[in-house]
């Protein structure tokens, strides 16, 4: 049986979060879960053991799937949603299972965690799409993964699939490229190609950014130097060659250098450090990011969005194609610079770097986009969304 609470504003209710065990995946829908948890909803979270105290963390209830651990993520956009399909399908089993007696009101979906629609497809709820990168628009398949049609993935025969067993309408196309409804953590001016989106209904609502106590704490050293903050994020910092570059583009520059490395580099070492630099396996970006001239940054769309929150240009060095398409739209914004990874030298990141950080219309094309984001809503809009949803949706009873 099936009742709308008497509230009308869907409070008090089941929400069910599918993700990949992935940060940037992750990380963008914390501070979303827990606006909803402080509004009275109970919210289930399914991810991977690595990501469970995070959860606990804003109030949700980790539903833990097992899954290989997936090493770096390939540059390969294709390859790597193939990778994805895989995780899910495996995942999928285990959902399935640990839902049969607790069915969720909604379903809110990563982008790359389509165990999430296929389920509400079977429970027959709504879905929302959580998407930390581009809606799908006009061009994204050839732009990301370089091929005519989306259907060319390998992984997508296999999910194809499981569409048809969970009663999934429109295929591959309809679950991956014109979603119901989707909540989008960047504000619609950094969206590539809007006016193509395909969603039913789209929400800009900017980045969600959440109180990090988890991660640490990190404080500027005394002093009146300027901070460069150096990350290529999670997945792809296995680059010694270019942190080394970085040594020496910055060395005697006037910089405090702040560099977040990954495990592996840290642990080998980058040899001789100088004066004026901190290298570090990982640090708490936003704490960085509040004391920060320039951002030097691989370009995803959560290290941006964070940069660009707290009024920080960026000096982008894509690692692959998804972050290309970013600085190209950091570019076009006028937000700082895009260095193509195969120009890196240690003279382009210091020009690259000074002509930033001295660039009085990039520090007002930043300071516009800002005031975007705050405007956007974060997690509050996020969560007004979710409601709406509910507000409409038969409460589950039983």
């Known amino acids: ?21 992935m940060h940037g995946h992750v990380i ?17 979270y399914a991810v991977t053991a690595e990501f469970a105290d995070s959860v606990r963390a804003v109030g949700a209830t980790p539903v833990l799937y097992d899954v290989p651990p997936a090493g770096e993520a390939p540059e390969d956009m294709a390859e790597g949603v193939t990778l994805a399909v895989g995780v899910n399908v495996m995942a999928l089993p285990q959902l399935e299972q640990a839902f049969a007696g607790d069915v969720p009101d909604v379903v809110l979906a990563d982008v790359y965690a389509w165990a999430g629609p296929l389920l509400a497809a079977r429970w027959k709820v709504p879905a929302v799409q959580l998407a930390p ?46 979603p119901p409804r989707t909540v989008a953590f960047f504000p619609r001016s950094f969206q590539r190609r809007p006016e193509t989106v395909r969603a039913g209904e789209a929400h800009w609502v900017g980045p969600a950014i959440s109180e990090r106590s988890f991660q640490g704490s990190w404080r500027r050293p005394a002093g009146d130097k300027p901070v460069v903050y150096v990350s290529l994020g999670s997945q792809f910092n296995k680059r010694p060659e270019f942190y080394r570059a970085c040594l020496d583009a910055f060395q005697g520059q006037g910089w405090h250098v702040v560099m977040s490395v990954g ?7 980058l040899g001789k450090v100088g004066d004026g630099f901190e290298v570090h396996a990982s640090v708490p970006q936003l704490d960085v990011l509040a004391s920060a001239s320039v951002f030097v940054t691989h370009g995803g769309m959560g290290s941006l969005m964070e940069a660009f929150s707290l009024g920080v240009p960026v000096v982008v060095v894509p690692q692959m194609a998804e972050q290309r398409v970013n600085a190209a739209q950091v570019e076009k914004l006028s937000a700082g610079r895009h260095l193509p990874r195969e120009q890196v030298t240690p003279q382009a990141l210091r020009e690259a770097v000074r002509a930033v950080a001295g660039d ?28 709406k949803v509910l507000a409409d949706t038969p409460m589950v009873t039983g």
């Open 1 to 21: 049986m099936r009742d709308v609470l008497a509230d009308g504003h869907g409070r008090g209710r089941h929400v069910a979060v599918f993700n990949v065990p």
């Open 28 to 44: 963008p829908t914390l501070a979303v879960v827990r606006e909803l948890v402080d509004r009275g909803h109970r919210v289930s």
């Open 133 to 178: 990168t581009h809606i799908p628009y006009e061009g994204l398949v050839e732009e990301f993964f370089g091929l005519e049609d989306i259907s060319q993935i390998p992984g997508f025969t296999e999910l194809s699939g499981e569409l048809a067993h969970f009663g999934v309408p429109g295929g591959v196309h309809a679950l991956t490229l014109a």
């Open 263 to 269: 495990a592996e580099v840290a642990a080998a070492g």
């Open 360 to 387: 009085g219309r990039i520090a007002g094309c930043v300071a516009r986009l800002r005031r975007e984001i705050e405007e956007a809503g974060g997690a509050v809009a996020a969560a007004d969304v979710v409601e």
